[in-house]
C-alpha cells in the first residue's frame, strides 16, 4: 500500500533562485533536529545532508531524529526499529571517520520504540541502545494527531489519545531506567495532554518538538492570532516544569499555515524571521535560552526554505541576544540535553 507524504517537495531549482551571505559564520551551530531516509521520489541520505550542512554555517554536530528509516524486514514488530538505529549509528561513525570533514553528524541519536508496549518495550529499550553503541540518547513516537484530516504531518498518523493512553504512559515510565529521554511532536491542541505526561514524569527529560506546534490549516486557517495565544498559554505551562526543553524550528511544515513555498521565489532570512519571531521568542521568553535549542528539521522544511536561508532567519530573530545566549541556543542547550561530549565545539575549531 502507498502511503502519500504530508510533507512539502523539495525543489532544489526553486530553492536556488534565493542567496544570501552567511550572518555570523563563526557561531558554532549543532542542528538539534534532522532526519535521514530513502522514500520513494523523497531520497535524503548523509551525502544530500552533507551538501546543506557545507552551505556556509558553521555546524559543527547532529543529532538525529526517528522517522522510520530503515527499518528491518523481519522478525518482531517491535524489535524492526532497531535497523534504523543501527543504520544512523553506521553513518555517525561514518562521519567520525574525518574524511567528509569536520562535521560530525548523529552525533546522538532518537530512535523509535513502541511505547504502546508498556512495561514490555523495557527489551526493546535494550537492544536500541546495544544497538545505538554510545549515541542512543532518546526515543520518540509518533504522536502528533488532530481529527482533522487536512491536518497531518506524519505519513503514517498515530491514533486519537495515544498520548494520554495508560499503555503509552507506562512504556514512558520505563525510559528513566534506561538514561533516555523523550523527545514528543504534538500539535498545540495536544499540549494539555504532554503537560499530563510530563507531570508523571518529573524525573524524565522531556524535549518538546517544533516549539510545541502551532496549527494554521483546517479550522486554524487564518485564525493565526488565535491560535497564538492558546498556544503560548498552553507552551506556559510546560515552561514552568524545570524537566522539559524545547526546539525552535519545524516552522516550515505545512502544518504552521505558513506558504512561502507557493511564492514564485523562495523566501529570504528577513522574511522568515519576521514570521517565525514570535513564536520563537516567546519560547526563549518563558524556558530561557539553557532550555531551548534551534533545529534545522531537515529535509522536512526544506520544501520552504534552504539550509542556508534558515539558519540566517535564526540568527536574525535572535541578534539581539548576548553571545552567551547565541551559544545556549544554538549549541550549548542540545549538547547538556542529549550528552554530547564537551570538547566538540572545540575539536571542531582545532581541525585544519
Known amino acids: 500500500m502507498s502511503i502519500t507524504s504530508p510533507h512539502l517537495s523539495v525543489r532544489e531549482d526553486w530553492l536556488s533562485l534565493k542567496t544570501e551571505e552567511v550572518l555570523d559564520p563563526g557561531q558554532p551551530i549543532v542542528d538539534a533536529h534532522h532526519h535521514l531516509w530513502d522514500r520513494p521520489g523523497a531520497c535524503y541520505l548523509f551525502p544530500e545532508y552533507l551538501a ?7 555546524v559543527v554536530a547532529s543529532i538525529f531524529a526517528q522517522c522510520r528509516s530503515m527499518y528491518r524486514d523481519s522478525g518482531p514488530d517491535e524489535m524492526r526499529p532497531i535497523g534504523e538505529v543501527e543504520f544512523i549509528n553506521g553513518v555517525a561513525a561514518q562521519s567520525a571517520s574525518g574524511i567528509y570533514g569536520q562535521f560530525r553528524a548523529c552525533t546522538a541519536i532518537v530512535g523509535f520504540a ?6 514490555k518495550v523495557a527489551p526493546v529499550l535494550q537492544a536500541l541502545v546495544r544497538a545505538g553503541g554510545d549515541r542512543l540518547r532518546g526515543i520518540r513516537n509518533t504522536t502528533a494527531w488532530h481529527q482533522d ?23 514512558v515510565r520505563c525510559l528513566a531506567r534506561e538514561n533516555l529521554s523523550l523527545d514528543v511532536w504534538a500539535y498545540h491542541t495536544q499540549l494539555n495532554e504532554v503537560l499530563e505526561l510530563t507531570q508523571q514524569n518529573p524525573d524524565l ?3 518538546l518538538d517544533h516549539v510545541g506546534g502551532p496549527l494554521g490549516l483546517g479550522p486554524y486557517a487564518g485564525q493565526r492570532d488565535a491560535v497564538f495565544l492558546d498556544w503560548k498559554a498552553s507552551v506556559a505551562k510546560l515552561a514552568a516544569l524545570p524537566n522539559v526543553t524545547v526546539k525552535l524550528g ?24 519576521e514570521a517565525w519571531k514570535p513564536y520563537i521568542e516567546t519560547c526563549i521568553e518563558l524556558f530561557g535560552p539553557d532550555r531551548c535549542m ?3 528539521n531537515f529535509p522536512v522544511d526544506k520544501g520552504m526554505c534552504s539550509y542556508l536561508i534558515l539558519w ?14 547565541k551559544q545556549a541556543l544554538f549549541s ?8 554530547l561530549s564537551p570538547n566538540i565545539v572545540a575539536d571542531h575549531a582545532a581541525m585544519p
Open 294 to 296: 534551534f533545529e534545522s
Open 312 to 325: 540566517n532567519a535564526f540568527k536574525r530573530i535572535v541578534e539581539r541576544y548576548s553571545q552567551p545566549e
Open 52 to 58: 546543506d550542512v557545507r552551505s556556509g554555517h558553521k
Open 250 to 273: 519545524g516552522l516550515g511544515m505545512k502544518t504552521t499555515g505558513f506558504v512561502f513555498h507557493e511564492q514564485p521565489k523562495p523566501p529570504g532570512s528577513r522574511e522568515l524571521a
Open 114 to 119: 513502541e511505547l504502546t508496549l508498556g512495561a
Open 205 to 207: 527529560s522531556i524535549i
Open 332 to 339: 550549548g542547550t542540545a549538547m547538556r540535553v542529549y550528552r
Open 149 to 171: 484530516p487536512a491536518i497531518r504531518s506524519n505519513p503514517q498518523p498515530p491514533p486519537p489519545g495515544l498520548l494520554s493512553s495508560d499503555k503509552f504512559r507506562q512504556g
